[in-house]
């Protein structure tokens, strides 16, 4: 059950509930722009010459935007909740120019917190999860 | 010198502090449109007002922009020299960022060790920017985890 704003409720969600799924390109403009604006602007994450001057295959997603991604699959389906704690690794690279696919799924409730705790990753086309997280999440 | 010859008491101790200018409203919507967040508590003041927070604040990964001026003290920077990964991060958080706040990060380095896999030594540096907001309210601790390739000692004494 949801509602317009506050998206999962504590009351509706249950351990085993998967989180809506979202299909991403990771454009190498959007992936350049991020990483500009959070101050990363680095040849790794804006283009694939400078990326591959470091040795890497291409351009490359900085960690703190993946970070931010999976903060932005809890945030779509709860909007009206507060994300207390999120933990990830980075185990693999995030080419720009791929697709990627964000999950996710509750594994905990904390009735007294009113929180659930998730695991949350990103996989490749390839179906390789290279990010993987946790998260606490309080709920309306 | 080693990444084991480290002095551990590193740990633990403040290598920096630094307190940001004001947080601009349009360093918070920069980075909620770039990251492609279409809620508007996070890009737009006048609907922001309506929403839970009473007024614009910053999508919560914001926090990971304030790494605080300097990236490790420099007797760890010295053998994290062959350029790193970021291997995971941890955000804990708290009160909301909003325009205006003046943030302050303190930096310390919590923990540092080494692990060995097939493809040899790996060296670890965890970091962590505690912020606080000019009320003195926790906004966040951000917990960074460098990796990179250790050193041979072939290496190590060039």
Known sequence: MTSERSGATFDAVEPGDDLPEIVLELGRDYVKSHATAIGMPFPRFTDDEGARREGLPGQITPGNMTLALLARELLAWAPGGRIRRLGTTFRGLALAGGTVRLLGTVTEKDDERRTVECDVWMETAEGDRCVVGTATVELP | ?158
């Open chain 2, 1 to 158: 010198m080693a990444f084991s010859d480290i002095d551990r008491s590193v740990i633990g101790r403040e290598y920096d502090r630094m307190t940001y200018a004001p947080i601009a409203v349009e360093d918070i919507v920069s980075y909620a449109r770039t990251l492609g967040v279409t809620d508007p508590i996070y890009l737009d003041e006048e609907a922001a007002r309506r929403g839970p927070y009473g007024g614009l604040v910053a999508f919560p990964t914001f926090v990971v922009k304030l790494r605080g001026g300097m990236h490790m003290p420099q007797e760890v920077a010295r053998e994290m020299t062959t350029g790193g990964f970021d291997a995971g991060k941890d955000i804990e958080l708290g009160a909301p960022i909003r325009p205006g706040d003046v943030i302050t990060a303190t930096s310390t380095i919590t923990e540092l060790y080494e692990k060995t896999g097939r493809s040899g030594s790996m060296w670890f540096v965890v970091f962590r920017q505690h912020l606080v907001n000019q009320h003195g309210e926790m906004v966040a601790n951000v917990d960074s985890r460098m990796m990179q390739r250790g050193r041979t000692e072939k290496e190590a004494a060039r």
